[in-house]
């Protein structure tokens, strides 16, 4: 069976908000690291939910604010 939320994935914390939504860069093992919009933390993948489309597009948003001000991937 696939475990949930891939490199790439758009999620968001399911116990507080305080992290903001994100973006999974990486998988290890049952552990997610995820690029929240705050700072980047490794999250029990038990521990995250699926992005809604408002914060997938601030997630977005912020990327690409990002890059175009710092260039590289993120």
Known sequence: MP???EE???VAHTGTDVYGPGKVI???G?????????FVATIRA?????ASASETEQVKQWLRQK??????KW
């Open 3 to 5: 475990m949930p939320y």
């Open 8 to 10: 790439g994935c758009y």
């Open 26 to 28: 990486g998988v290890e």
């Open 30 to 38: 049952e552990s997610r690291r995820v690029r929240f919009v705050y």
């Open 46 to 50: 038990d521990d995250l939910r699926a």
């Open 67 to 72: 890059q175009a001000r710092y260039g590289g």
